[in-house]
């Protein structure tokens, strides 16, 4: 196990992380926010919005701030599994097959328009997200350390697509939204592609893959209150209650509340989570688990005002202890 870090020494240099990406990614400062905090805490991020807003650029710049190995892979229909798992490759050398590993072997993958591939090679990624590590032909391969995915999703076209198991949105900690950009933001962003003179946009490093693993036992290291545990466990649970709602969030959705909001605390320097922390991260941890009724989505129901209604009716822990050394 790495050597963990103090809860000022991970917030100083999330902020240093954030401020690099925010140096040529415009406009998304609540998404990326909770895009760091979902890889601290050791998860996977789903970014499904429109083409063209960014999300593969804020992946790239992500990777190259933290310092990771990053692979893009491209999905389509016609994307077989060993294609990003890897597969035996005959050797002439030794007149043996070895194993070439695929764009999966990388520290921060980017599965761009993942629904566009097929469930066979879907389960390709729920197997690497799930388990850390990829099987080929019988036999395991451990997975790089860390490993994270940030895929994304259109959400607007069906023609071609193959709509993700629940199974493996459950996989995702969080799915976000970007949402289009401000007038003054995309003013900002056409004036520095004018000024850096070319498309591609470079981040330099903040830390590397050591130094993130010793950042996600800092937030490992940080005591959760009990109230705030059952606080997120009673969230999960109302969602399940909810008549428009056929399944709610799993036990893995109240644990990647409970993570999530821990990670989103430590990066404001704090090492207890408040119920703010909690509900800043309910609706994206959360919203993408929930299974509607037939009837609810005929109706237009989102599983986003779901969420928003059941953190207006889960009456929260009425104090926040803060740990004492």
Known sequence: ?????????????????LDR??????????????????????GHVLFEDVPGLGKTLAARSLASALGLDFHRIQCTP???????????????STGEFAFRPGPLFAGLVLADEIN????KTQSSFLEAMAEGHVTVEG????LPR????????????????????EAQLDRFMVRLGVGYLTADDEQRMLLARAERRRDDARVAPVVDAETLMRMQEGVESVHVDADIARYCVDLAAATRADQSVQVGASPRGSQGLMLVARAVAVMAGRDYVTPDDVKRTAIPV????????????????????????????????PTVRATTE
């Open 1 to 17: 196990m790495t050597e963990s870090m103090s809860v000022s020494r991970v917030a100083e240099l999330s902020r240093e992380v």
């Open 21 to 42: 990406v925010r140096e040529v990614v415009v406009g998304m400062s609540g998404p990326l926010d909770l895009a760091l905090a979902t890889i601290l805490a050791g």
């Open 78 to 92: 016609d994307l077989l599994p060993s294609d990003i798992t890897g597969s035996f490759v005959y050797a002439p």
């Open 116 to 119: 566009r591939t097929t469930p």
């Open 139 to 142: 036999q395991e391969f451990t």
């Open 146 to 165: 860390p490993f994270h995915v940030i895929a994304t999703s259109n959400p607007i076209e069906f023609e071609g697509t193959y709509a993700l198991p």
């Open 286 to 317: 959360l919203a993408h688990r929930l299974s509607l009724t037939p009837q609810a989505w005929a109706n237009g129901v989102q599983p986003e005002h779901i969420v928003s209604a059941v953190l207006g009716a889960v009456a929260g822990p």
